[in-house]
């Protein structure tokens, strides 16, 4: 910090963004100041949480609006804010009646559906490896393929037009190597496929996203414009971070290779395990999506004034010693782990049973398959990702 | 409506919610969903009263949990009103 900064809350974010770290500063704040002040990059200053309990408390309360967080004025760390249109940008009562709508395609039963779906696609990039040989990369044999196949199997994709659908998510989720007129023109592309798939599918409806929203549109539940964002909103939501996650989750295991080694010998840990990787892997580089005060609410004490913007530090909460014994320790043998992974509240994780579906079937795949598994090269050989959003390694070389 | 009234009344007309704890994550969803009508407790959700008159917000909290962890029934029959499919 240089003498000439002028006075005022700490700037956010605190540093740069390494590995899978956690600036110290939030550990500091969640024990003495957990709910606290910081001068965002873009729109001004905005309330920082840090702790298990303010961050769940937040979360739950309704006077918290995440629709007036698609101001322009609003404090963020991206150069715009989100857009409105999705469910994470929505307030009751939109948000409750779309959320019942697209609720029915992640049901349990057709979660574990997709589940059997994807585990062949495991199967199938597993022995590719296996014949390929040593080193492996699996950012490009899991992480990469299957959040596509998850993504393609959920909104019921036809065979054929599965590489037309590629075409444009891929440019849509990959935003740092587009420029602004390929992200729009994908953007535009992928809106007219959900419309084309939606008149399409009338016909032979089944149990997927796009069935179940066509369903709701002839009900009147949904409009199609709001039909064709929301199916944006969650491929925006469910690709870019399980990718990241199976490839995050994959580090950490080798990186301490011992975990992997446990987890072989007792496979019986891998819900527990999943979990823990949930708790500490902070996916979102820094803060959150933000939401604003409607009226003036007190948190954790401190009062939040109407129009302020707040974010929070969801994996620092999810150290928070309050709540978590040996919170920076990777245990598998919590016996309660309530973590925030997925969030809390109204926009609890629409696809979290899918996201671990996706994850287990991942690392089963490469237990059952290679029980030898290790990194290539050491932990800090590993690229990683540049950017403020996702971390996540750019690949992860393996042998066995 | 006080559990004093609902006896006097008997339960005809009204709801019945369960939620089977051990299925619940705690998500905390249907607080927002079903706004005064669920609380979280030791972690896990519960209604705030058992038996109610009849509120869409509780059928659409059961129709969006994550875990199809509640179950809304007619107080009377217990017929299953949500989740439906
Ligand atoms: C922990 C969770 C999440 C992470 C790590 C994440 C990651 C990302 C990334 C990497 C981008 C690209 C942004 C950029 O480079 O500027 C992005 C944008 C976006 N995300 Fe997420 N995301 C998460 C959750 C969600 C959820 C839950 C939704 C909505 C339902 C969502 C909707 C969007 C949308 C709509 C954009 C594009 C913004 C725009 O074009 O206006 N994301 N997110
Ligand atoms: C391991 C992978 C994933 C993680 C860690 C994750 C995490 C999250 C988090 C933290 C939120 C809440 C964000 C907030 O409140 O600010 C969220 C919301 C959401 N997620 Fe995920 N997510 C994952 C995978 C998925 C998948 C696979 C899908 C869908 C296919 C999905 C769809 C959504 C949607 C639509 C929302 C917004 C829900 C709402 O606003 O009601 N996510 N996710
Ligand atoms: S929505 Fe379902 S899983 Fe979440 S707290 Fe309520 S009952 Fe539990």
Redesign the pocket.
Known sequence: MTVTETAGPPKYPFGPVVRLDLHPRYAELCRNEPVSRVTMPYGGEAWLLTGYHEIKEFLADPRFSSHAATEPDTARV???P??PG????MDPPDHGRIRKVVAHAFRPRIVSQLADRMRDLVDSELDAMEEAGPPGDLVQRLAIPLPVRMIVELFGVPYEERAEFRRYSDVF?A??AHTKEE?NEA?DGLEEFLRRLIAKRRSSLSDDLVSVMIEALDAGELSEVEAVRTG???L??GH??SL?MISNVCFLLLAQRELYARLCDDPELIDPALEEMLRIIP??SVGS?PRRASEDVVIGGVTIRKGDTVIFQRAQGDRDERVFEDPDTIRFDRERNPHLGFGHGM?Y??GASLARAELRVALEGLMARFPSLRLAGTAEDVPWKP????RAPESLLVTW | MSQEQDQVQGDAGKWRIEVDRLVCAGTGLCLGTAHGRMRLDGGRARPVEDVITPDDAVTDAAETCPMEAITVRDATTGEVLAPLR
């Open positions: 991206t150069p715009l989100l857009r999705n469910l994470l940008s989720v935003t740092s992200i953007r944006i909103g969650v925006m939501a870019e971070t990241s996916l979102r999506f926009h994780c629409l950017g403020l959003i996702a």
